[in-house]
């Protein structure tokens, strides 16, 4: 019995499937890099938003810029999906993004990402509080 071509057909048939583990992880390490890009990018930007002399275009400024630094050219598929807004009764700037990927498995990764910062602004409480 001839068993020259026996190792050449079972790495032919394991081929596939090592591929596609390999392309899996590869694409959930690309997720779980966007992720957390996304996450520092909108803690940035809400910082820099909520700075006394800050502005909320410069928190936009400073989502693209770590966004850009961190995913290069695929940022502008970010474009409109990041916000940051001051909320003066609370005295506090808040940044959100979501943003949802496919991917070449058909599996779809939900990017979301959070941040809240105080305003750089003193509160000595309500008025009469201090004597």
């Known amino acids: 019995m001839d068993e020259r071509g ?3 057909l079972e790495f032919l048939a394991i081929f596939p499937i090592l591929l596609l583990l390999a392309l899996f992880v590869a694409v959930t390490f690309w997720a779980w890099w966007n992720e957390g890009v996304a996450s520092v990018a909108v803690h940035r930007g809400t910082a820099w938003a909520a700075r006394a002399d800050g502005s909320l275009e410069r928190g936009y400024q400073a989502v ?6 961190g995913l290069g050219r695929s940022v502008v598929a970010y474009d409109g999906t990041y ?4 909320l003066p009764p609370m005295r506090i700037t808040a940044g959100y993004l979501s943003r949802s990927m496919n991917t070449p498995l058909g599996a779809v990764f939900s990017i979301r990402a959070r941040a809240f910062h105080r305003k750089e602004q003193f509160y ?5 509080y201090f004597h």
């Open 64 to 69: 693209r810029e770590m966004l850009e630094a």
């Open 6 to 8: 026996q190792a050449y």
């Open 124 to 128: 000595g409480g309500p008025p009469g």
């Open 83 to 86: 916000t940051i807004v001051n």
